[in-house]
């Protein structure tokens, strides 16, 4: 530990006397560090941060992102199984490098994510593609480079059988079971529009044996942010009974959606638990059918959530008949999911972590009543907070998934940068987008 910092640990209920005197709560089961009562993001203070690559900013500790994925195939005991990451959480091909270096590989759902995959080192047999209501331009981009197509619809089904009789798919199955943490992110059950009903495998089996299509995995994935490891039991014992009426399978893909605790009173999820009784239940399919098949799982949110952070810079303080406004120089154009979900992210006052607690509503930069940080699906809900002031840096915590990725240049404003952060250096992972980046495409025409 270095001279005058301090630990802030997350994840119990649990307080330690920090070097600023006074108490502080512990959140999460990790450690954040705070060096002279400043945050301290992988060993680099975000003053320097700020400083060196202006704000608003993305940063992401490697070692956070590392511990995660080598949680999740640690977790697994089934020997032959495989965690491909669900890119669309976080496409930056530096994370993805790492990500390969890991053992992972990728499940993608758009062109753009292959090119990523490629483009980060993954063979195409580590990717898989899967479609919604893709394009046969999708279908052949995906084709061309020798990539599995997981289908999504009996339609789909018989579009690729008309193009490409006789190749080997991927189905994607609705168990009928949905789970997340916002009706928008379930992906099972009735009101999806994911998968092919379960109840209507003797159409998958008809329509592949009219083309000759070889039908090598079934596929299924049920929402997002799920934390409680029975809900996933429940829809993979569906999907297993399903599976059971195919032949010729070679792997069964369950998916992802383990979600990881936004919130300070949430429990994090046990992975280890969840994973041996993924094991035992997938030991047991393959013992019954005589069969030794892959397992495949593909959590997004779960490897690249907490190792990142949104840095953004107050502007202006001000104070409202109802709401005390901290004005910062981001917008949900850059961290959409308050905004689109009402969702929790914590926030800290990352130039003053200890101070007198205020109750504060953090306020993007965006010309819209919504474009708020301390928010629930109905609006304004004031966050207790150390007290901003103008200059100091915020940082919006679990901001690795969903973040950068879902970001848009909505009212002409350029994308953050990204840095990646360990022991203490730091390194461009992205540059800034200019204005003229924006444009350009416009004026090239």
Same mark, same amino acid.
């Given at each position: 530990m270095r001279v005058g910092s301090i630990r802030v640990h997350f994840g119990r209920t649990s307080f330690i006397q920090p070097a600023t005197g006074g108490l502080k709560r512990a959140y999460r089961e990790r450690e954040m560090e705070v060096q002279h009562?400043?945050?301290?993001?992988?060993?680099?203070?975000?003053?320097?941060?700020?400083?060196?690559?202006?704000?608003?900013?993305?940063?992401?500790?490697?070692?956070?992102?590392?511990?995660r994925a080598r949680e999740l195939l640690a977790a697994v005991s089934y020997p032959d199984r495989e965690v491909k990451y669900a890119c669309k959480a976080n496409t930056n091909i530096e994370i993805m490098?790492?990500?390969?270096?890991?053992?992972?590989?990728?499940?993608?759902?758009?062109?753009?994510?292959?090119?990523a995959a490629l483009a980060a080192g993954f063979n195409p047999a580590d990717i898989l593609f899967t479609l919604s209501n893709a394009t046969v331009r999708d279908m052949e981009f995906?084709?061309?480079?020798?990539?599995?197509?997981?289908?999504?619809?009996?339609?789909?089904?018989?579009?690729?059988?008309?193009?490409?009789?006789?190749?080997?798919?991927?189905?994607?199955?609705?168990?009928?079971?949905?789970?997340?943490?916002?009706?928008?992110?379930?992906?099972?059950?009735?009101e999806s529009k994911f998968g092919i009903h379960f109840a209507q495998v003797d159409k998958i089996k008809k329509t592949a044996e009219k083309y000759d299509l070889k039908i090598i995995g079934i596929h299924q994935h049920i929402g997002s942010g799920i934390l409680q490891p029975d809900k996933f039991i429940e829809a993979m014992d569906v999907l297993l009974e399903t599976a059971g009426k195919f032949g010729g399978l070679s792997f069964i893909d369950f998916g992802g959606g383990i979600g990881v605790p936004y919130r300070e009173d949430e429990l994090r999820i046990d992975v280890g638990v969840l994973g041996q009784?993924?094991?035992?239940?997938?030991?047991?399919?393959?013992?019954?059918?005589?069969k030794t098949l892959k397992l495949v799982i593909e959590p997004g949110r779960y490897i690249v959530a907490e190792c990142g952070y949104l840095l953004a810079t107050v502007t202006a303080v001000k104070q409202g008949e109802k709401?005390?406004?901290?004005?910062?120089?981001?917008?949900?154009?850059?961290?959409?999911?308050?905004?689109?979900? $009402?969702?929790?992210?914590? &926030?800290? =006052? #990352?130039?003053?972590?200890?101070?007198?607690?205020?109750?504060?509503? /953090?306020?993007?930069?965006v010309c819209e009543s919504g474009d708020t940080f301390t928010r629930d699906?109905?609006?304004?809900?004031?966050?207790?907070?150390?007290?901003?002031?103008? $200059?100091?840096?915020?940082? &919006?915590? =679990? #901001?690795?998934?969903?973040?950068?990725?879902?970001?848009?240049?909505? /009212?002409?404003?350029?994308?953050?940068?990204?840095?990646?952060?360990?022991?203490?250096?730091?390194?461009?992972?992205?540059?800034?987008?200019?204005i003229e980046d924006i444009f350009r495409t416009a004026q090239d025409l």
């Open positions: 009562n400043t945050l301290v993001l992988g060993g680099v203070r975000v003053q320097e941060l700020v400083e060196t690559y202006q704000s608003p900013l993305y940063v992401y500790e490697e070692d956070i992102l590392r511990e490098k790492i990500l390969h270096g890991e053992g992972v590989g990728v499940d993608a759902v758009s062109p753009g994510e292959i090119y995906a084709r061309s480079h020798g990539i599995l197509i997981n289908i999504d619809s009996l339609a789909q089904l018989r579009l690729i059988g008309k193009k490409y009789p006789g190749i080997e798919v991927c189905v994607r199955i609705n168990p009928d079971v949905g789970a997340g943490h916002h009706n928008n992110v379930i992906t099972g059950g009735p009784k993924i094991s035992d239940e997938f030991s047991r399919f393959c013992d019954r059918c005589g709401h005390r406004f901290v004005g910062v120089d981001t917008g949900f154009n850059h961290l959409v999911r308050p905004a689109m979900y $009402g969702s929790y992210h914590r &926030i800290i =006052n #990352a130039t003053h972590v200890e101070g007198d607690i205020i109750g504060q509503t /953090i306020a993007g930069n699906e109905n609006g304004i809900v004031d966050r207790d907070l150390p007290a901003f002031n103008e $200059g100091d840096i915020v940082c &919006i915590c =679990n #901001a690795g998934a969903y973040g950068f990725s879902m970001s848009s240049n909505y /009212i002409s404003r350029p994308r953050p940068a990204e840095v990646l952060v360990k022991q203490g250096t730091s390194r461009l992972i992205r540059r800034r987008e200019t």
